[in-house]
């Protein structure tokens, strides 16, 4: 069984990601905690703002509504990851985990703040969802 089923904005592969979470899948998908949006923005590192490179989230928050994530059980759109170089970078290197643990690169790094920040709301809402009262890293 798969830990995750991953889709993109656009309807064909919406519909396909749907297709593969439908009560008659031979997934079996037990539940859904919601939905996260890779590569969700950019952050401008001149004027700050936030420019959604791919288009609007409306499609995605369009999903959660369709796929019914909004509810006690889910909680629908979990996170809007932003698109960083020095997270592809870290990867490629093996060193995504210093995003949680290096304070020296954060410091250095602002843009890792809001990554850092992202994830580990994504992870409490998680963990809440598991029934869990608070994270271990809280």
């Known amino acids: ?12 592969t919406f519909r396909y990601a749907q297709k593969l979470l439908s009560s008659n899948s031979p997934l079996n998908v037990d539940k859904i905690f919601g939905l996260i ?3 969700a923005y950019y952050r401008c590192p001149s004027c700050s703002n936030k420019h959604h490179i791919f ?3 409306d499609s995605a928050r369009r999903a959660v509504d369709e796929l019914g994530l909004n509810s006690e059980t889910t909680s629908g759109l979990l996170g809007e990851i932003p698109m960083i170089s020095e997270v592809s970078s870290l990867g490629d ?3 995504l985990g210093e995003i949680f643990l290096g304070e020296t690169l954060i410091n250095s790094k602002p843009a890792l703040k809001e990554v850092r920040s ?5 992870a409490t ?14």
């Open 55 to 57: 288009g609007s989230l």
């Open 37 to 39: 949006v890779n590569s």
């Open 93 to 95: 290197q093996g060193k």
């Open 1 to 12: 069984m798969p830990e995750r089923v991953s889709t993109c904005s656009g309807k064909l």
């Open 125 to 138: 809402s998680l963990w809440k969802k598991l029934g869990y009262s608070a994270a271990p890293w809280s």
């Open 118 to 122: 992202v994830m580990s709301n994504i």
